[in-house]
Each structure stands twice: as C-alpha cells, then as structure tokens.
C-alpha cells in the first residue's frame, strides 16, 4: 500500500483508520485541479526552465475548471512575486518535483515528491530541499522530513549531514529549513518500518 509524503502524518496518527478508508476509497476518475494546487504545478513548470510567460499559462490551463476567476488572478500574481523572489535570491535550482519514491517497508511504500531542489555553495548544507505550500509550526516533528532527507541522500548520493529539508510558502519569504542527524534519521527509518508492520497485519 503507498502513502505519500503529504499524507504520512495522517497515516502516522492513526494507521488503522487510515488503511479501512484506503481500502473503501472509490475509484480514481481524475481530479478536479483548483487554483492553488495549480500554483505548485506552474512553479514546477518555472524552475524546469520555461519562462514566467509559459508558466502562467500552464497554470491557467491546470486550473482552467476552476470556477473562481478572481482567486486564479491572485495566484497568479503570487507566481510573479515567487519568481521575482527566486531571480534575487540567487538560488540554482537542480531540480523540482523531485520524487522521493524510495521507502519501502513491508506492506507500506511511501511516494511523492518534493518541490525543489537547490544548491546553496557555501553552506554547511549545500544541497537544500524544499517543500512548497502551507505547512504547520512543528513541521520539524514530521515523519516525512528526515525520511525525504535519506531518501535524497540515497537517490542522489549525497552525504546525509550536507542536506537541509526546508518549507516555504510561495510568495512568502525565505524557507526555513533544518538538517537531521544520522541519529534522527535512523529514529524515523525504525518508525516507518514499524508503520509497515501494521499495515501488513491489516491487510
């Protein structure tokens, strides 16, 4: 079974129900996309290399059933604030939406992807991974942060203690980021196993 990185902390909190609603969950016929998560889709459209121009026009056809023409102005205004934040930051962009598909534990895989990638020379942590969007005071207590740190260092092959993994609202200043150590993220790889465990014995 697969939870992605956005959901893990529901998982986490309650495993059980989690999987009964996974299981009745109706089948998948698409999704309607809205303005804001057709905002997270433009920025990664813009740091692959497409211009500003190009990008608000992928973010008007994602949300393009989106009934709330005056909030697809506003988002799209946020795209140029973010953009306009990123040219001064001076940040290079390796990649974005960046999949983090590598925990397997059991019967539990865990998916998704992260929104940016970045190198940062100079820093104590030169590679610097960011997720995009609203995100809670204590997101540095979340499961899915040290595990996407090992799932970077693994998949990129970069040593542990150089990646910091960050949020960011978009249009909204700097990320705050942290780094875990080897010790935390050896605590989160034991968590998920243990997660993965329980959804074997539900299935």
């Known amino acids: 079974m697969k939870v992605s990185q956005r959901e893990l902390e529901r998982f986490r909190r309650n495993p059980r129900a989690w999987v009964l609603r996974k ?22 459209w813009f740091h692959k290399g497409h211009t500003l121009a190009e990008s608000r026009a992928k973010l008007e056809f994602y ?8 909030g697809r102005e506003r988002v799209v205004q946020r795209l140029y604030r973010y953009a306009q934040w990123h040219r001064e930051s001076g940040r290079t962009v390796t990649h974005a939406k960046f999949s983090l598909a590598s925990g397997n534990s059991g019967g539990l895989l865990l998916g998704g992807s992260i929104d940016r990638v970045e190198m940062l020379l100079g820093s104590t942590q030169p590679l610097q991974a960011t997720f995009l969007g609203s995100y809670k005071e204590r997101w540095r207590d979340e499961l899915r942060m040290p595990l996407a740190q090992h799932a970077l260092s693994a998949r990129l092959g970069w040593p542990l203690i150089e990646i910091a993994i960050g949020v960011q609202v978009i249009d909204s200043g700097e990320p705050e980021t942290h780094s875990f150590s080897e010790d935390e993220v050896s605590v989160a790889l034991e968590e998920f196993e243990g997660l993965g465990v329980q959804v074997s014995d539900l299935l």
């Open 63 to 70: 949300a393009r059933k989106d009934p709330d023409l005056e």
């Open 23 to 44: 299981l009745d969950a109706p089948p998948f016929r698409g999704m309607k996309i809205w303005n804001q998560t057709a905002l997270r889709m433009a920025v990664h």
